[in-house]
């Protein structure tokens, strides 16, 4: 079997049970793969989801007694504010234990093992850490001890049990990686799938292939351009937009509201995997034009506006933060889970998806956009 690593940014991104990691779980369950996790991961993974959970349980709970203190300055109370407030009070202790579990679930969902940072090899971390070698991208950089001690792990476990397949998000500690022997590595659990080693594994049905043809995405275009096929209510905004610099100099803020149906173009499949014979998952992309709310100060709105692109000023603040509004053509991607009522052979689905209207019920897709890139205005 195939040996695969995960790192901590990837569960983060990705969590226990998403599309890709449902397709990792099916080829840990056909006997394909093998996966495991360095014990500072898991570690790490627990303890970063632990505090942002509890912050975000304290912001609410803060919030909910604004709520209360406004409310009973009108002389108003909702019995429901108080309640809701008691129901987090009651939980957020729990936290903890719901994440130690939701790993140790997944973990055991997997059949995922655990590789055991070895304390022999902490000089050599140490050495690292004072000279800027190995995972540090700097000497004395210590946010990158961790990552220096499962590079260390898994060069052991490389050592005895031969080649991996490591899929890390982090581009420094990939590219560190990059030159070790016996490691091959990967940005996402998509380029993993992708890879000749467990591409046939992943994509095992020739219905992937017709998912990623020109004709099945010629009719995808069209059916969102119709909206017979519906692309779930999305909001966008920071990291998950790229490209922020072709709007202007000093922008602080970038979010999308709204989207053109009518306006796609260039939709295409890359990459589509195998949950099932009635389940596939698929990585989409298209350009469309999107209503996009970016917040600059005056001076970048004058120059945007002498560019010649078409912007509107929205409202400007007393520092002089201008909130912009603009037309704007974008590549959105994401990812879309297609269910088949029955087991369908590529012929079959030709026939289905040249006429979805006539097959209501033979199939559904369900689309969801993760980010986008930002190419020109449409202005």
Excluded at 298 to 319: Q, T
Aim: charge should be negative; charged fraction near 25%.
């Amino acid at each position: 079997m195939v040996n695969v690593i995960v790192d901590t940014n990837v569960l983060c991104k990705e969590g226990f049970n998403s599309s890709h990691m449902r397709v990792l779980e099916r080829l840990c369950g056909d006997k394909v793969i093998d996966v495991f996790y360095v014990d500072i991961v898991r570690r790490e993974f627990i303890s970063k989801t632990i505090i942002e959970t509890e912050a975000d349980f304290k912001k609410a709970i803060s919030a909910l007694d604004n709520i209360q203190r406004r409310l009973s300055r009108s002389g108003q109370f909702i019995p429901q504010v108080g309640t809701c407030k008691q129901l987090l009070d009651s939980v957020a202790p729990d936290v903890e234990t719901f994440i130690h579990a939701g790993f140790d679930e997944w973990a055991g969902r997997l059949g995922a093992k655990q590789i055991d940072f070895d304390p022999v090899h902490m000089p050599a971390v140490l050495d690292d850490y004072f000279r800027g070698g190995g995972a540090f991208s700097k000497p004395k950089n210590r946010d990158d001890i961790p990552d220096s001690m499962i590079m260390s792990a898994i060069m052991g476990f490389v050592e005895k049990n031969g080649e991996v397949l490591f899929v890390v998000g982090d581009d420094n500690f990939r590219g560190c990686m990059e030159g070790e022997k016996g490691v091959t590595v990967f940005e996402s659990l998509r380029d993993c799938f992708c890879d000749p080693v467990l591409h046939d594994f992943a994509s095992d049905s020739q219905l992937c292939l017709y998912f990623e043809g020109r004709r099945f995405a010629k009719y995808m275009q069209g059916y969102i351009s119709d909206e017979v096929v519906e692309i779930k209510d999305f909001y966008l905004e920071g990291a998950e937009i790229e490209g922020w610099p072709v709007l202007g100099e000093r922008v602080v803020h970038v979010e999308i509201n709204g989207i053109e149906c009518s306006s796609i173009s260039d939709f295409s499949v890359d990459g589509s995997f195998s949950l099932s014979d009635e389940l596939f998952v698929s990585n989409f992309s298209f350009m469309i034009e999107v209503g996009l709310c970016y917040v600059t100060d005056y001076a970048d709105y004058l120059d945007i506006g002498r560019s010649g692109r078409i912007v509107e000023l929205s409202s400007m603040n007393g520092d002089g933060m201008c909130e912009l509004y603009e037309g704007f053509i974008v590549e959105l991607f994401g990812i879309m889970e297609i269910t088949l009522k029955e087991r369908f052979s590529p012929e079959d689905m030709s026939k289905i998806v040249q006429n979805l209207s006539g097959h209501p019920d033979a199939l559904t897709f369900d689309i969801d956009v993760h980010g986008a890139r930002l190419i020109s205005s449409s202005g």
